[in-house]
């Protein structure tokens, strides 16, 4: 089978180029990422870093003029162009990168015809954009999390994500001793927002669970993850 093909679009005013690498890593998971673009003016110098990843990583630059002060017309030539290839039919999958809010009715849009949107942004982007996505990631807790970790308590999950993952857990299938599959947890956390273990420093759900005291876990004989709630 071919495999799905990938479309990267990136707003290289409001994404740092530091990240291109693991980003391109996590979007492996959907297929592989055959369009590569970057919108923005570059006759700006704060691009730089931008035009030096170009080749190395087979980054088309798309070039946009900034032609009124206040206004920026890189995001409605992003737009345009995602809705192109959305409508083309061949791309089976999205990746952002940008901070910006105004990407918020693009990815929606998207994800109305069943297609996944991956955003990639910093941790101030706005929460409008990071739910409008199927997976939203911080890309400087994306790079964190490859690093090698120290000390797994460093990156102990909030009270909101516990919640969220015990809203799950109870919303799923249980065996006789009250534990559920860490997979089917994690997928009803994901319908219910743009939750990712990559946020909090963690590479896998299985290595955040067990940093959470609220549960207990098991591998059993095929491979798979059991959890099962204590408090």
Request: contains cysteine.
């Amino acid at each position: 089978m071919n495999p799905r093909n990938i479309a990267l679009l990136i707003d290289a005013d409001n994404a740092s180029h530091n990240g291109i690498d693991a980003v391109l890593t996590v979007l492996a998971e959907l297929g592989q990422v055959n369009i590569r673009r970057a919108y923005g003016n570059w006759r700006k110098t704060s691009l730089k870093g931008w035009v030096d990843k170009m080749h190395r990583y087979g980054i088309e630059p798309q070039q946009q003029f900034d032609l009124t002060k206040g206004k920026n017309a890189t995001d409605m030539k992003m737009t345009i162009d995602a809705l192109d290839l959305l409508y083309g039919g061949r791309v089976h999958g999205f990746g952002i990168m940008s901070s910006d809010s105004d990407f918020m009715p693009l990815a929606m849009r998207i994800r109305q015809d069943g297609y996944p949107v991956y955003g990639f942004g910093n941790p101030k982007t706005p929460e409008a954009f990071r739910e409008a996505c199927t997976r939203f990631i911080d890309v400087q807790a994306l790079m964190k999390a490859d690093e090698p970790r120290k000390d797994a308590n460093t990156s102990a999950p909030d009270s909101e994500l516990v919640q969220l993952l015990v809203d799950a857990y109870n919303n799923s299938k249980r065996d006789a001793q009250g534990f559920a599959k860490l997979s089917e947890v994690g997928q009803r956390a994901g319908n219910r927002s743009s939750f990712d273990v990559r946020n909090y420093g963690f590479a896998r759900l299985t290595d955040m669970i067990e940093t959470i005291p609220n549960f207990t876990h098991e591998r059993r004989e095929n491979g798979a993850v059991w959890i099962k709630r204590l408090r």
